[in-house]
């Protein structure tokens, strides 16, 4: 590379040395530096994935978050959805490129800038930029509220505040073994959904829960809730043992009652653990046919019953598709949606785009305004892949 150009070493190391609200002109200066970029911004999605916000770098005359842009049918909603660079005519000799910013599957936004001119190599550069853009965000995050802020096209209330602070910072995740995504459209008064997943060295964790009641109040059980799965989850409990420190939690500290599902998945092996408390069964995607899985059922968390919660086993085979959802996608007027038949429909789609078009359906059905959460999890499993040590030459075995 000439002198001045930045290696991606280099280009990390300067966006450590900059505040962290100043991610965008970090990369906006290398790509001017390094190709003439100009206009460069970062567009990132707003919190109910329907419009997109602008964050131009410092220095642009546009250099303002500006109104936002409505995401369906635009060229961003088809970046995204493709995950592949845009390249057309500027309309004055150059080229505008829009090039998604995406990290482990979670789509952050686009990285939009025009250059004089791109051939192959210029445009694979900017590629590269873009997937460092995604991981100093998700650094840079963080430290500030920018990003925060931006996303934030409507006024927030407490309650939805305080749900959203309760779900993964990342609603989607690509590992060799599976991919997931899951989506939440908030009810008009918040009624205490929440999902959450990790990822650990052989296990996957997941949860979806619903917190009865509305507004502040379920979202005050939805954190007592939550907090009491992470708490038993990350002291190395299984999704039984998680179960039972939910309800204790649920029976010492409120007079509250949550639904919840907890699923335990082996990486090896695929086998999946589960307690149902009181959850609307998963549904299932395996040969082309879409069936609700007949598991029992527990009493939700709160509710004090004889019967102790029950540790079931589902095993997960490659190709399987897997829906967990709360009954804001099933009741009322999101019962109109044949959600068997939207899941079939949708089975060729990535787990992130049968998410939007899932929830986007049910909102439709209910003509935007939703009496309960609805929420829907999605996890595709792949089954046990090679890892690169085990199929690289001279790789360790």
């Known amino acids: 590379m000439e002198g001045g150009d930045l290696e991606l070493g280099e280009l990390l190391a300067a966006a450590e040395a900059a505040p962290p609200g100043e991610s965008v002109d970090v990369v906006a200066h290398d790509l001017g530096k390094r190709f003439g970029a100009e206009r460069v911004s970062f567009l990132f999605v707003d919190l109910i994935g329907q419009r997109l916000v602008r ?91 920018l990003y925060h802020l931006g996303r934030r096209t409507t006024e927030t209330s407490l309650a939805a505040e305080i749900q959203h602070q309760l779900l993964p910072s990342a609603p989607c995740c690509e590992a060799p073994q599976f991919t997931l995504a899951a989506g939440l459209i908030p009810a008009d008064d918040i009624g205490g959904d929440t999902y959450d997943y990790t990822l650990d060295r052989d296990t996957l964790h997941l949860s979806i829960t619903d917190a009865m009641g509305h507004d502040t109040n379920s979202a005050l059980l939805a954190t007592l809730l939550v907090g009491a799965l992470r708490r038993a989850r990350r002291s190395g409990c299984d999704a039984l043992k998680q179960a039972h420190h939910a309800h204790q939690a649920m029976l010492n ?36 046919t879409v069936e609700e899985l007949q ?28 829906v967990l959802l709360t009954d804001g996608m099933q009741e009322r007027g999101a019962a109109a949606v044949d959600l068997a038949a939207a899941v079939h429909d949708t089975r060729a789609l990535h787990p992130r785009e049968a998410v939007r078009s899932l929830t986007a359906a049910v909102l439709d059905a209910c003509h935007g305004n939703l009496r309960d959460d609805a929420t829907v999890l999605i996890l595709d499993w792949h089954g046990k892949r090679s890892r690169p040590d085990e199929t690289t030459p001279g790789g360790r075995h």
């Open 55 to 145: 964050l131009a770098a410092a220095g642009d005359e546009d250099a303002d978050l500006g109104a936002p842009i409505d995401l369906q049918g635009s060229v961003y909603d088809a970046v995204l959805r493709s995950q592949r660079q845009h390249v057309e005519p500027d309309g004055q000799g150059g080229r505008r490129v829009i090039t998604p910013v995406t990290n482990r599957g979670d789509c952050i936004g686009v990285l939009e800038l025009t250059l004089p001119s791109a051939d192959d190599t210029v445009l694979r550069q900017v590629r590269e930029a873009a997937h460092a853009l995604a991981y100093i965000i998700v650094t840079d995050r963080r430290f500030t509220d």
């Open 253 to 288: 500290h409120s007079r509250g009652l949550a639904t919840g599902q907890l699923l335990c998945v082996d990486l090896d092996t695929g086998l999946c653990e589960l307690v149902n408390a009181g959850h609307p069964r998963p549904l299932r995607l395996r040969d082309n």
């Open 295 to 322: 598991l029992a059922v527990n009493l939700p968390f709160g509710v004090k019953a004889p019967a102790p919660y029950r540790l079931q086993e589902l095993q997960l085979l490659p190709g399987d598709r897997l």
